[in-house]
């Protein structure tokens, strides 16, 4: 596999990695649930989303062993990060419907060109 689409692959695979975990957390009672974190810890311990995100970034973890092994890490995280920022924005307001201010879009946006430009001068 080219290592961009490898790089690609990272980004999504951390991406519905946290949107499994968003789910779960959400199906066990989110923050409300946190304040008994006994009775959570086995809630997670039962849950199918849980364990599908674990799963789920579990092998983002071998893709992401494959990755530093290609390039440099700080080109690596760069690149991962660039195309996770704005994929999880996106993410994030399609599936849960939250919102974003324009600042906090520019801001993105500008965290995305800083990891791009990191990425540029890779040897």
């Avoid at 957390?25 to 311990?45: E, P, Y």
């Avoid at 890490?73 to 324009?102: C, H, K, N, Q, R």
């Amino acid at each position: 596999m080219p290592t961009k689409l490898l790089i690609l692959a990272v980004s999504i695979n951390a991406v519905l990695g946290q949107l499994l975990l968003k789910r779960g957390v959400a199906a066990l009672g989110g923050s409300t649930a946190m304040k008994n974190l006994g009775q959570f810890v086995i809630g997670a311990a039962q849950s199918p989303w849980i364990y599908a995100a674990v799963a789920v970034q579990g092998f983002g973890y071998l893709l992401w062993m494959m990755v530093v092994s290609r390039v440099k890490m700080g080109v690596a995280t760069a690149s991962a990060g660039a195309g996770f920022y704005i994929l999880m924005a996106l993410s994030a307001w399609f599936f849960f419907d939250e919102p974003l201010a324009p600042l906090q879009w520019v801001g993105i946006l500008l965290i995305t060109a800083g990891v791009i430009f990191v990425s540029l001068n890779a040897t």
